[in-house]
């Protein structure tokens, strides 16, 4: 079982910036990849960024070079620096842990992020 607690999300006007934290607890071991993903009314839930526990990422194309994925694999904690923000980034965002051998994914609860024009 692995347990998620997601931080920094809050009110921020276009062009501001923000970074989000995702701290993972319980059974944490080596392989595994970290996401985040994001939640707009009346959207689908799309992946904004995924790191794995050897340093690859991916985003989205939306957010490229505007958001930076990070990890520190020794506190089992992923973050999300988000600059250059936008109004349609406004989502509820989510952070995902997806183990491996076997698969699984964990979730956390969410955290707002409403950028103002």
């Known amino acids: 079982q692995v347990q998620l607690v997601e931080s920094g999300g809050g009110l921020v006007q276009a062009g501001g910036s923000l970074r989000l934290s995702c701290a993972a607890s319980?059974?944490?071991?080596?392989?595994?990849?970290m996401g985040w993903y994001r939640q707009a009314p009346g959207k689908q839930r799309e992946l904004v960024a995924a790191?794995?526990?050897?340093?690859?990422?991916n985003y989205a194309d939306s957010v490229k070079g505007r958001f930076t994925v990070s990890r520190e694999n020794a506190k089992n904690t992923m973050y999300l620096q988000m600059n250059s923000l936008k109004p349609e980034d406004t989502a509820v965002y989510y952070c995902?842990?997806?183990?491996?051998?076997?698969?699984?994914?964990?979730w956390g609860q969410g955290t707002q992020v409403t950028v103002s024009s």
């Open positions: 995902n842990f997806r183990t491996l051998l076997p698969s699984y994914d964990y």
């Open positions: 790191i794995t526990s050897g340093g690859s990422t």
């Open positions: 319980g059974n944490i071991f080596s392989g595994n990849i």
